[in-house]
């Protein structure tokens, strides 16, 4: 592994430099697998205050990737006899949908997986942008826990958006029923059965779900910077899924240092800390079936459309991860997984045999979906996507 420009990545390190000068990310890493070993390169700093680099091994939050080891985790289940993705929710937690105009005889445990479920997108939900939307806000209650029962509330809190199966809606909401449904199945924390259906099947050594009350991150890490708030006096209960990015803060303000942070809202929906490395190993064994059984692999990779679900251009969603669309790759078959946290955003991207992955981590969250699709246009050779 090295931090030089090996030949024919040195389109990928241009993409990294133009992050950190053009779009303004404070620090970004890019790690490949492929056939001839591993590539790392980085742009920017893990620190902006000491100006330190970043490295390889470095522990990040991976926000959303979170979903996918979840669905995993329920499909092992399965695979064990345990449960069916087509139990409904009500067979599980009965009563829990019963409000609201929810109905948990029609949600199944693959509505909840795949984000067709109807559940609205709990990221906007009242309970949490009055603490976290705004620098105040945040500043405040960034150390407040989080227990399942008051995720539970939440996720079900606001009315559902279409009914279920009809089309997809991004929902931390889904993920939290889902791990609700693994401890009623087990008998075991959510954190326990990561660990045995995922954790320590990959060999992963650098990978776990974040005890609820932990704040900060094993060394190496960078620290975690980030502009995602409201504009003073924008009330947050304005936010629609269609007018967020419209009513945040000026860009140019200066990022607020968030790296100690309790992120136990997340929770089966987005609060695994892992690194680049590991993460490249999940997405692989996920991409490639080299972990669940056939039948379960086949289900994992069952898609549903995005469209308008204001979600990931260009991809189709299965049971937390996506396809990208081959008419953006020229015909490439790619798969990954990806999140954003305050902080934090980590996507990893490679081909179905799992021996060619790329990952990037920016220790800001989501900026611009172009910095995933050149970054995927310079390892892979794909066709530039215009208008991002």
């Known amino acids: 592994m090295t931090n030089s420009v090996s030949p024919g990545r040195e389109k990928v390190q241009q993409v990294l430099d133009w992050a ?13 697998k492929d ?22 091994g470095e522990y990040v939050h991976t926000g959303s990737c979170s979903k996918a080891l979840t669905a995993a985790a329920v499909l092992q289940l399965e695979a064990e006899g345990r449960l069916s993705l087509d139990d409904t929710v009500e067979q599980w937690l009965p009563g829990l949908l019963n409000v609201n105009g929810y109905d948990g005889n029609k949600i199944t445990i693959r509505h909840l997986l795949n984000n067709t479920s109807g559940l609205f997108p709990t990221g906007i939900a009242p309970e949490l942008s009055y603490r976290y939307a705004t620098r105040s806000g945040f500043t405040k209650h960034r150390f407040d826990p989080w227990t399942t029962d008051e995720l539970l509330k939440i996720a079900v809190s606001q009315p559902p958006v279409h009914e279920p199966g009809e089309r997809f809606t991004y929902s931390n909401g889904g993920f939290y029923l889902a791990g609700a449904i693994i401890e009623k199945a087990t008998g075991n924390s959510y954190a326990e059965e990561v660990d045995r259906t995922v954790v320590q099947p990959l060999g992963l050594t650098h990978t776990y779900v974040r005890p609820a009350d932990d704040t900060g991150y094993p060394n190496p890490h960078p620290r975690a910077y980030s502009g995602l ?3 003073d006096g924008v009330d947050p209960a304005e936010i629609t899924a269609e007018n967020w990015q419209s009513l945040l803060e000026d860009p140019s303000l200066a990022p607020l240092d968030v790296t100690e942070f309790n992120s ?3 929770w089966a ?98 900026k611009t979906w172009a910095i995933l699709f050149k970054i995927i246009e310079a390892e892979f050779g794909t066709p530039a996507i215009e208008g991002l």
């Open 269 to 366: 929906a987005g609060n695994v800390i892992s690194t680049t490395g590991d993460m490249i190993r999940v997405s692989n064994a996920f991409a490639s079936g080299s972990l669940l059984p056939d039948a379960q692999h086949r289900e994992m990779w069952t898609t549903v459309s995005t469209e308008g679900g204001s979600w990931m251009p260009h991809a189709r969603y299965g049971l937390g991860l996506y396809e990208l669309d081959k008419a953006v790759t020229g015909g490439l078959t790619l798969r990954g997984i990806g999140g954003s946290f305050w902080g934090s955003h980590i996507a990893i991207v490679g081909t179905p045999d799992g021996e060619h992955t790329i990952a990037l981590h920016t220790n800001t969250e989501f």
């Open 20 to 32: 950190v000068g053009e779009v303004g990310v404070p620090g970004i890493v890019a790690e490949v």
């Open 264 to 266: 136990s809202w997340g």
């Open 35 to 56: 056939a001839n070993g591993t590539w790392f390169g980085s742009a920017g700093v893990a620190d902006i205050k000491t100006g330190r680099r970043r490295q390889p």
């Open 229 to 231: 708030f409201l504009k």
